[in-house]
Nanobody, 124 residues
Framework: QVQLVESGGGLVQAGGSLRLSCAASGDIVSISVMGWYRQATGKQRELVTTVNTGGTTNYADFVKGRFTISRDNAKNTVHLQMDSLSPEDTADYYC??????????????????WGQGTQVTVSS
């Protein structure tokens, strides 16, 4: 099994910053993509940003220039630095990972997992 554990959410005033972290654990062989999605109340979950093993990043237009994703492949962790936050950024943020898991004894398979979510609230 592969699990993601997020941390770092909370309440911040508009214009402030927060840093989210996500750690993957389990019988991980490799993680091809890690990223963050968010879901505001009454809205669909949407992509925020992703990063692949090689460090190539992808950002939603609404966070470009404000959010920065970083990844530590050796530690299977990903971080999201969020600056210049606005009330529109208020949402539950979910970590996401895709990769391969298993062992030579039990065999290998692909995985796609989500974290439990961490709440980010930006007050005006």
């Amino acid at each position: 099994q592969v699990q993601l554990v997020e941390s770092g959410g909370g309440l911040v005033q508009a214009g402030g910053s927060l840093r989210l972290s996500c750690a993957a654990s389990g019988d991980i062989v490799s993680i091809s993509v890690m990223g963050w999605y968010r879901q505001a109340t009454g809205k669909q979950r949407e992509l925020v940003t992703t990063v692949n093993t090689g460090g190539t990043t992808n950002y939603a237009d609404f966070v470009k220039g404000r959010f920065t994703i970083s990844r530590d492949n050796a530690k299977n962790t990903v971080h999201l630095q969020m600056d210049s936050l606005s009330p529109e950024d208020t949402a539950d943020y979910y970590c996401y990972a895709v990769g391969a898991r298993g062992s030579w004894i039990r065999g290998f398979s692909q995985f796609e997992v989500w974290g439990q979510g961490t709440q980010v609230t930006v007050s005006s």
